[in-house]
């Protein structure tokens, strides 16, 4: 890979993609996006922040077009 303006950085061991969280990417021809934050990522402490952890992180996925999320 070339180091550059493509978000991709060499690191010990590997690679990094992004170099700052507002670095958009996206993957399967999805629109790039930036990462995301927000208190629905906060520490999972009960049942139902569970659930509300695991929809963001699915959320997150489809965006990013790591998943597709529906059929």
Do not use: C, W
């Not at 590997?14 to 507002?22: D, E, N």
């Amino acid at each position: 890979m070339r180091r550059g303006g493509n978000g991709f950085k060499r690191a010990k061991g590997g690679y990094t993609v992004g170099r700052t969280t507002a670095t958009k990417i996206g993957f399967h021809g999805a629109t790039p996006t930036a990462q995301r934050a927000g208190a629905a990522q906060a520490v999972a402490t009960d049942a139902a922040s569970v659930i509300v952890l695991a929809n963001e992180l699915r959320a997150a996925l489809v965006e990013k077009g790591v998943i597709k999320g529906a059929a």
